[in-house]
């Protein structure tokens, strides 16, 4: 029988990784250690060197993560989108643990194993909103899809041949037209991500802003912009073009007909990610990409 705890964790690990295998086991232990009850996914649990008093349940939707405090991801960037889709349904802060490669989404690396324990078991971590979109497909009038994103919404080409014709609108304006590989539009969450790897801008998270980004545009006029954050931001599918493909964060995607408009704004509801350090955007960009700052002698006093 479960045992009840006053305080519950969900942990959610890339469990193919031997490196978050081992270090989901050293997270479990340390907070059964302190009292702490922890919850994990079923289909994750066989993969797991679990004990018996962690709470296993079978089905991944929001209602998994009722009556925990927190939710621990453990893994690369992937995961941690993966596990942005758990935080946003249920409200329940994310506290992301990096073992992958950048991972701007996570709060700690794996090195950092032992303290993550203790602010969670101390509750000494603040919690911080993150921006998403919602992002709506249109066709022929009606609505035949509806999304939401942390990083980007982006609408891409399938045929490597050939480019997919669009045009972009901000606020019910049309903007510009042209071929291109696809356009990203992104949360400032999102700049350091695809939008970035496309030549967007690094916006600092508390910016509150709205990116557009071409990929590859065939055009003089092709630069990455930036908006209010309560502009709608739209891309036409041209009905001479290719059909394209909408992906949203990576993780889910839909084909996007010839003629097909999609439409981005502000989301509803938005990511909640713990946060462990005070540690301002400038260092964390400084860390996660190794930009060089030797010589910096700072402002003079």
């Not at 290719?242 to 992906?247: D, R, S």
């Amino acid at each position: 029988m479960t045992q009840t705890r006053a305080r519950t964790v969900f942990l959610l690990a890339h469990t193919g990784r031997p490196a978050a295998i081992r270090s989901a086991e050293l997270v479990v232990q340390g907070l059964l250690k302190n009292g702490l009850g922890v919850r994990v996914l079923e289909s994750e649990a066989s993969d797991l060197p679990l004990p018996d008093t962690v709470e296993l349940v079978k089905e991944a939707t929001p209602a998994c993560l009722d009556a925990c405090e927190l939710l621990i991801v453990l893994g690369g960037d992937g995961t941690l989108l993966r596990g942005a889709e758990f935080a946003r349904a249920s409200g329940v802060p994310m506290l992301g643990v990096n073992l992958g490669r950048v991972g701007f989404l996570a709060e700690a690396e794996r090195d950092d194993l032992d303290q993550v324990v203790e602010r969670v078991v101390s509750k000494e971590y603040e919690v911080e909103e993150r921006m998403t979109i919602d992002v709506v497909v249109h066709r022929n009038g009606d609505v035949v899809h509806q999304d939401w994103a942390l990083n980007e919404a982006a609408v891409q080409k399938t045929e490597p041949e050939r480019m997919l014709e669009v045009v972009l609108e901000i606020d019910g304006r049309p903007v510009t037209g042209f071929g291109c590989d696809g356009i990203v539009c992104a949360t400032p969450t999102g700049s350091t991500a695809y939008a970035f790897s496309a030549g967007g801008p690094v916006v600092w998270p508390e910016v509150e802003a709205l990116l557009m980004v071409p990929i590859s545009a065939h055009a003089l006029f092709a630069k990455p912009l930036v908006t209010s954050p309560n502009s709608v931001l739209a891309v036409e599918v041209q009905p001479h073009t290719p059909h394209g493909v909408l992906w949203c964060d990576g993780r889910r995607t839909v084909e996007l007909p010839a003629g097909a408009r999609v439409e981005v704004r502000r989301g509803a509801v938005p990511v909640r990610l713990a946060r462990l350090h005070h540690a301002v955007f400038t260092d964390r960009l400084v860390a996660k990409f190794a930009l060089p700052v030797a010589g910096w002698r700072g402002a003079p006093h």
